[in-house]
Each structure stands twice: as structure tokens, then as C-alpha cells.
Nanobody, 124 residues
Framework: QVQLVESGGGSVQSGGSLRLSCAAS????????MAWFRQAPGKEREGVAA???????SYTDSVKGRFTISQDNAKNTLYLQMNSLKPEDTAMYYC??????????????????WGQGTQVTVSS
């Protein structure tokens, strides 16, 4: 059974940094995509960053140059380093993983497994 558990969320002031982690268990696919999504109250879920098993990455325009997605295969952990945070980054952040090979994408329909989320709040 695949489990994704996020951690690292919190409250920071504008301009601050946070690093989110997503620990994966029971996930044995060798070819895959993993991603971070976020959802603010009253808004649709938005793809933030994605990475595939080759290490290729993709970012939504609003976070390019500020966020970095990475993975530690030895620890089965996905990370999202968030710098220069802005109040508009405030949201629940979710980790997601595909069920096998995927074409790298920020479309949530491509992801079969989801974590419970971790809250990020950025104050001005």
C-alpha cells in the first residue's frame, strides 16, 4: 500500500523560506512522476512542481526561480525548497505520485497517490 506523508509546513513572513518533505512508503515504481500541488481556500488545486524518475523537473510560472523540487531516492523522500515566499503562496500543499511511468505534467489527473497535505501560511 502506497503512503505519502508530508511535513515541513508552517507559518513564515513574506520573504522567508520553508522546505517541505514527502516520505513515500510502499512505492516501488522505477519509472514515475512525483509532484507538489497546492490548494488555497476557494481555489482549484494547482500544480506547483513536478519531477520524474530521470530527474527532469517542471514548475508553474509563478514559482520559477523561487522553488526547487528534488528527490532523495535512498530515503524515498521528495522535497520542495521554497524561498522568497509570498502571501499568495499560502495554501495547503500536497505531495502526489503517479502509478508508474508518466509524461511529466502538472495535471493532477496524472497522479494516483496523494498525501494528506501540509499547511503553508505566509504573512505580509
Amino acid at each position: 500500500q502506497v503512503q505519502l506523508v508530508e511535513s515541513g509546513g508552517g507559518s513564515v513572513q513574506s520573504g522567508g523560506s520553508l522546505r517541505l518533505s514527502c516520505a513515500a512508503s510502499g512505492y516501488t515504481y522505477r519509472r514515475y512522476c512525483m509532484a507538489w500541488f497546492r490548494q488555497a481556500p476557494g481555489k482549484e488545486r494547482e500544480g506547483v512542481a513536478a519531477i520524474d524518475s530521470d530527474g527532469t523537473t517542471s514548475y508553474t510560472d509563478s514559482v520559477k526561480g523561487r522553488f526547487t523540487i528534488s528527490q532523495d531516492n535512498a530515503k524515498n523522500t521528495l522535497y520542495l525548497q521554497m524561498n522568497s515566499l509570498k502571501p499568495e503562496d499560502t495554501a495547503m500543499y500536497y505531495c502526489a505520485a503517479s502509478s508508474g511511468w508518466c509524461l511529466l505534467t502538472l495535471n493532477p489527473s496524472a497522479y494516483a497517490y496523494w498525501g494528506q497535505g501540509t499547511q503553508v501560511t505566509v504573512s505580509s
